[in-house]
């Protein structure tokens, strides 16, 4: 039964449940806003059962009957709101799962609790049909909002939210839970570390993908010879991006961090700074064969890219570009 204390990082976050539980001064409304894999279910989750214990005390006892119940995705008084269409949470499912069903007191517990998991998919006309619940919501109720983008969400929603935003969790942590839990090598903890950029859900999927020495060593193959590779081979190349099984702003990421090290490289000449420090003799070619102004020219592409496959821009074309980038420059 997890705990409090199993959540890396955001102390602040931890601190404010566990006060809140402990004085009684829950809201009626949250926001947890933070980037994909940041653990914002896993703290909803913490946070909810707690709050259900029959014990009541600052965590889950993990042995009471509500417990129980919540550990087994059981418990009638901790709803998901489910949506049907895969982008977009609709009127109906709001008015139908959560309008229509609050004013049935809890049927357990004092508390009733509603979790809205990827909160930016909520239409306009969810949005509004869920402020007049809101407005006025029963004292048992407590309804979190879940979302990577908190400016998705409507200003008269937010303004009676207390909005509880995800920090990045320290290098240092990540890295010791990626050794000591998932009983990571030092190379590929780091790797992952800087992949992560404070992120402990993406450190621990790329750490858990089976597949992930051999998209690495592809990776950097592919960046050791991008300069002397012709147009076929680099279209080649991102039809087989295709066939990894990691996202493309994953698959980018890597190449990011590869740059990252040639600039730092060329800057300092430190080796041991390095997180492809193996690779040093293909990352002293990369940083002779580019002026700084090249090395930032690329490191501002990879951004573009990544905004560009956010926006749904076709694939293969804006990853043309950034490997036609990457080779003149």
Known sequence: MNQFSDIIGQKQIKEYFQNAIKT?????????????????????????????CEK?????????????????????????????????????DIRE??????????????????????????????????????????????????TTNVQTILATIISRCVVLH??????????????????????????CVSFARGNIGRAKLLAMNEEFDKIREEAVFLMQHIKSLEINEISSAIKKINEYNIGAIDYIDIIA???RDVLLF????????????????????????????????ILEALEKTKTRIRANVNF??????????????
Request: hydrophobic share 35%; net charge negative; proline share 4%.
């Open 166 to 191: 995800m920090k990045p969790v320290s290098d240092e942590e990540v890295k010791k839970y990626l050794m000591e839990e998932l009983e990571l090598p030092d190379y590929k903890a780091n790797l």
């Open 56 to 92: 009541k005390g600052t965590d889950p006892c993990g042995t009471c009957h509500s417990c129980i119940q919540a550990n087994s995705n059981n418990h009638p008084d901790i709803i998901y709101i489910t949506h049907g269409k895969p982008n977009s949470i609709g009127v109906e």
């Open 24 to 52: 009684g001064n829950l809201a009626h409304s949250y926001i947890i806003n933070g980037e994909k894999g940041a653990g914002k279910e896993f703290i909803s989750r913490i946070a909810t059962m707690t709050i259900q």
């Open 97 to 146: 799962q959560l309008n229509g069903d609050i004013s049935i007191k809890p049927y357990s517990g004092e508390k009733k609790i509603y979790i809205i998991k990827e909160a930016e998919l909520l239409t306009v006309q969810a949005q509004n049909a869920l402020l007049k619940t809101l407005e006025e919501p029963p004292k048992y109720a407590i309804i979190i909002l879940l």
């Open 316 to 329: 293969d074309l804006v990853m043309e570009l950034l490997l036609l980038t990457i080779k003149e420059n």
């Open 266 to 297: 060329k800057a300092t000449k430190n080796i041991n700074a390095l997180i492809f420090k193996e690779e040093i003799k293909y990352i002293k070619r990369a940083a002779q064969l580019s002026d700084y102004e090249g090395l930032e020219t």
């Open 257 to 259: 961090i590869w740059y």
